[in-house]
């Protein structure tokens, strides 16, 4: 007679879980705030890959992946542990976040529901195979845009069309005006991150949002100065003066009101290029003629992409050249933040140039931090780097330039440089 058979060893189910992902701070965070992830309950040296994936407002999926080893206590700390390739290699205890990358292509990563948070996936996957393997562990990060207590509100003042965020507390609060590029519509991510540091700013459209215009043909700098005086008469706004934040053209147009308009105490240019590129600047009967630019410069990447940063006409003059705004005016003190691989323009010299301008008129020499390995879309800290999408002056994918890895050491550094130079020039307490 044969001996009974063995009953079969029954099998893990994908839905047992052996480990553990713990995140600090639990439950929710502010998105510019760093996440410590560690994963308990592995053996003592076990291969995992560690997966992060989310999906923005419009359903585009981003995800990032990283091989890690556990220490010989059976734990994986991302503080401690270098990745050992992936999405990242290295110790980047922030890279399953930065590293996000769009699934489709030239894809920009936005927020664009501050009201609601940026859930993140995060898997433990056993191995280090290429092929998904068993899920030993899962969690889910939330990211926030608005701090407790962060109040969001609608602005439909005169022409203006914008949203306020004040931070919690009684206030009076610094007030800031942040203003984006030539995309269009109205972002406040920004902005609301700004608020919960303790400053109330405005995020402001100017263009293809609610009843504004559709498209623009100048740049009307009576519109910025409602958004203004609507801030210095704000009974939650501390005077006597605002700060100014803004991004490539919103940068430019941050620039023409520190010039031209008076109670500005401050500004922010992020990659901006100090002139009045493809548009006129018009203030009352002053005009800043467009420099404009040559579209058969464009260059072609070994990627097929686009490539526009040397598209503009030629500077002639140097600093006094006519298209450049008249920093020179400005009251208050100015920071320059520069990607120096900006492939926009070339944001470095140009900042260079407004600098040269500052000092040829007795002013004194303004700051200027210049990151390498640096695109264009300076944004605040672990958002992941865009490096090409649709430009809506060509019409087509461009490359902004950037390294991933310097990028998001580059956000992180400015976005603590932006919060300091306006305690100081603003009289903020600072909440770094």
Known sequence: MKPPRAAPRPRQSATHMPATVILEPAGRCCWDEPVNITVHGLTPGQRVTLRASLRDEKGAHFRAHARYCADDGGELDLARAPALGGSFAGLEPMGLIWALEPEKPFWRFLKRDVQTP???????LEGHEPEPQRVLGRAVHERDFLRPGVRREPVRAGCVRATLFLPPGPGPFPGIIDIFGIGGGLLEYRASLLAGHGFATLA???YEY???PKTYDKIHLEYFEEALHYMLQHPQVKGPGIGLLGISLGADICLSMASFLKNVSATVSINGSGFSGDKTIQYKQTNIPSLGHELRRIKVTFSGLMDIVDIRNDIVGGCEHPSMIPIEKAQG??????GEDDH?????FCAQLASKRLQTHGKEKP?????????????????????ASLHRLVDKPVVWGGEP?????????????ILIFFCKHLGASPKL
């Not at 003190?333 to 520069?338: A, W």
């Not at 310097?406 to 976005?415: C, G, I, Y």
Request: charged share 20%.
């Open 333 to 338: 003190p100015i920071l320059f933040i520069v």
């Open 405 to 417: 890895r310097a990028h998001s050491k580059a956000q992180v550094d400015a976005w603590k440089q």
């Open 367 to 387: 700051q200027i931090i210049s990151y390498p390995g640096t695109g264009h879309y300076i944004e605040p800290p672990y958002f992941p780097m865009c490096p």
């Open 204 to 206: 402001v459209a100017y």
């Open 210 to 212: 609610e009843d504004l």
């Open 344 to 348: 926009n323009w070339r944001s470095e």
């Open 118 to 124: 940026f859930a993140v996936e995060l898997e433990v």
